[in-house]
């Protein structure tokens, strides 16, 4: 089984930001990929920005060029830099790692979300 853990989220003003973290534990053999996604009041889950690799990353239009997703392998953790944030960013942002687990199984496991508020 493979926990995920996050934190940073909060309240910020228009134009702030902000640097959500994840750490993922239990019986991880090897992730493939690491990811974030949000979820605002009455809208589906989107994803945000994923890395699927130490180069390889994706972003959603709406953050691209404002948001940077990095990576460390050695600490299995992902992170989400959220800079010029505005309104629209205001959601529960949840962290997504998928991979193969010590028994050769695969894994698709979330984190418990953690609440981004942007406002003045």
């Known amino acids: 089984q493979v926990q995920l853990v996050e934190s940073g989220g909060g309240l910020v003003q228009p134009g702030g930001s902000l640097r959500l973290s994840c750490t993922a534990s239990g019986s991880i053999f090897r992730i493939n990929v690491m990811g974030w996604y949000r979820q605002a009041p009455g809208k589906e889950r989107e994803l945000v920005a994923a890395?699927?690799?130490?180069?390889?990353?994706n972003y959603t239009d709406s953050v691209k060029g404002r948001f940077t997703i990095s990576r460390d392998n050695a600490k299995n953790s992902v992170y989400l830099q959220m800079n010029s944030l505005t309104p629209e960013d205001t959601a529960v942002y949840y962290c997504?790692?998928?991979?193969?687990?010590?028994?050769?199984?695969?894994?698709?496991?979330w984190g418990q979300g953690t609440q981004v508020t942007v406002s003045s």
């Open positions: 890395s699927i690799s130490e180069v390889s990353t």
């Open positions: 997504n790692a998928r991979g193969i687990s010590t028994t050769f199984r695969a894994f698709d496991s």
